[in-house]
């Protein structure tokens, strides 16, 4: 059964759709995720959302009964470097930059990612954009970047924690283009359905944060013992871990297998510009939650929309 089918992402851009639904379920997984990063460190936040999503891929491949699959080792290689790069390590950096900068400004940081994605894609795949959705890209980029670098009097971070997030930010946002960037060569120079490759990347992924996790351990001996269990206490409790498995749900299960879906059906410059827009879709968020919605927020989200206009016209 081909992927569009399984998403019913009718029409002629499956893969622009599939982004804009990932970019909205990580919107709403990102204020989860800063509240859960005040409770748990990034590499064990990253390693429990992890796991859960591998479990519901493995589900989800059983029901489907594609089991017996064999892949070309070339693509499955690039796609656990992808995972590595764009999960393992970009995701903890992503995780370790809203825990300084909060969920804002941090996605924020993440529209640079679009930019690198077509760079590089340009460099190492040939890629070529009409003019139409390079100028696209930069009005959706302004549009995003101007919602959400509006200051706020309570969203104030020290200068420290501003450097650290700056740099995670920048990590996370490096990775995820560089991740990008290997899963559609490897999705396009093969026949791996987006589920089988989000499964690969996952794995991958997993494998590093787990060795790191390790590395971390090993270097914490000298904890005291009792400060450690209550740290496990603190966020191993059946409510934090409903709510990660909500969280993992939406955001790397569903999230990453629309990720995959947008790469293999849209262009890496294009479908990294609408997987940056999920700062657009907090803004509904935040009028649910009670916030204020400013002028400023609508005219982004109107320059963002007509730059998404751009990519579809181009």
Same mark, same amino acid.
């Given at each position: 059964?081909?992927?569009?089918?399984?998403?019913?992402?009718?029409?002629?851009?499956?893969?622009?759709? +599939?982004?804009?639904?990932?970019?909205?379920?990580?919107?709403?997984?990102?204020?989860?995720?800063?509240?859960?990063?005040? @409770?748990?460190?990034?590499?064990?936040?990253?390693? =429990?959302?992890?796991?859960?999503?591998?479990?519901?891929?493995?589900?989800?491949?059983?029901?489907?009964?594609?089991?017996?699959? #064999?892949?070309? =080792?070339?693509?499955?290689?690039?796609?656990?470097?992808?995972?590595?790069?764009?999960?393992?390590?970009? #995701?903890?950096?992503?995780? %370790?930059?809203?825990?300084?900068?909060?969920? @804002?400004?941090?996605?924020?940081?993440?529209?640079?990612?679009?930019?690198?994605?077509?760079?590089?894609?340009?460099?190492?795949?040939?890629?070529?954009?009409?003019?139409?959705?390079?100028?696209?890209?930069?009005?959706?980029?302004?549009?995003?970047?101007?919602?959400?670098?509006?200051?706020?009097?309570?969203? +104030?971070?020290? #200068?420290?924690?501003?450097?650290?997030?700056?740099?995670?930010?920048?990590?996370?946002?490096?990775?995820?283009?560089?991740?990008?960037?290997?899963?559609?060569?490897?999705?396009?120079?093969?026949?791996? %359905?987006?589920?089988? %490759?989000?499964?690969?990347?996952?794995?991958?992924?997993?494998?590093?944060?787990?060795?790191?996790?390790?590395?971390?351990?090993? =270097?914490?001996?000298?904890?005291?013992?009792?400060?450690?269990?209550?740290?496990?206490?603190?966020?191993?409790?059946?409510?934090?871990?409903?709510?990660?498995?909500?969280?993992?749900?939406?955001?790397?299960?569903?999230?990453?297998?629309?990720?995959?879906?947008?790469?293999?059906?849209?262009?890496?410059?294009?479908?990294?510009?609408?997987?940056?827009?999920?700062?657009?879709?907090?803004?509904?968020?935040?009028?649910?939650?009670?916030?204020?919605?400013?002028?400023?927020?609508?005219?982004?989200?109107?320059?963002?929309?007509?730059?998404?206009?751009?990519?579809?016209?181009?």
């Amino acid at each position: 059964m081909e992927t569009v089918n399984e998403f019913n992402l009718v029409g002629q851009y499956p893969g622009e759709i +599939a982004a804009l639904t990932a970019a909205f379920l990580w919107a709403l997984s990102s204020v989860v995720y800063s509240m859960l990063g005040r @409770r748990i460190p990034p590499l064990e936040l990253n390693f =429990l959302k992890g796991i859960i999503a591998i479990a519901l891929l493995i589900v989800t491949i059983l029901l489907q009964g594609n089991i017996f699959v #064999d892949f070309p =080792l070339l693509p499955v290689v690039f796609l656990a470097l992808s995972g590595i790069v764009g999960i393992g390590l970009g #995701d903890t950096a992503y995780f %370790s930059a809203l825990n300084n900068l909060g969920a @804002r400004r941090t996605l924020l940081m993440e529209t640079l990612a679009p930019v690198m994605g077509a760079l590089f894609a340009w460099v190492l795949l040939g890629e070529r954009l009409p003019i139409a959705s390079w100028c696209g890209i930069l009005l959706t980029l302004l549009g995003v970047a101007w919602v959400i670098s509006e200051k706020s009097p309570l969203s +104030a971070v020290s #200068d420290r924690a501003w450097r650290k997030g700056i740099y995670w930010g920048l990590m996370a946002a490096l990775t995820q283009a560089i991740g990008s960037v290997l899963s559609r060569f490897a999705l396009v120079e093969s026949d791996i %359905s987006p589920l089988w %490759s989000s499964l690969i990347r996952l794995a991958a992924g997993q494998a590093i944060v787990f060795l790191l996790l390790l590395k971390s351990l090993s =270097l914490s001996d000298r904890v005291v013992e009792k400060e450690k269990n209550k740290q496990i206490q603190n966020y191993l409790s059946l409510r934090i871990l409903g709510i990660i498995t909500l969280a993992a749900f939406g955001s790397t299960y569903l999230g990453i297998w629309l990720q995959q879906t947008s790469l293999k059906f849209a262009p890496t410059g294009i479908a990294q510009t609408l997987l940056a827009t999920s700062p657009l879709f907090i803004i509904p968020i935040a009028a649910i939650r009670g916030e204020k919605i400013t002028i400023r927020s609508i005219l982004g989200v109107s320059i963002a929309l007509v730059g998404i206009g751009l990519l579809f016209s181009g």
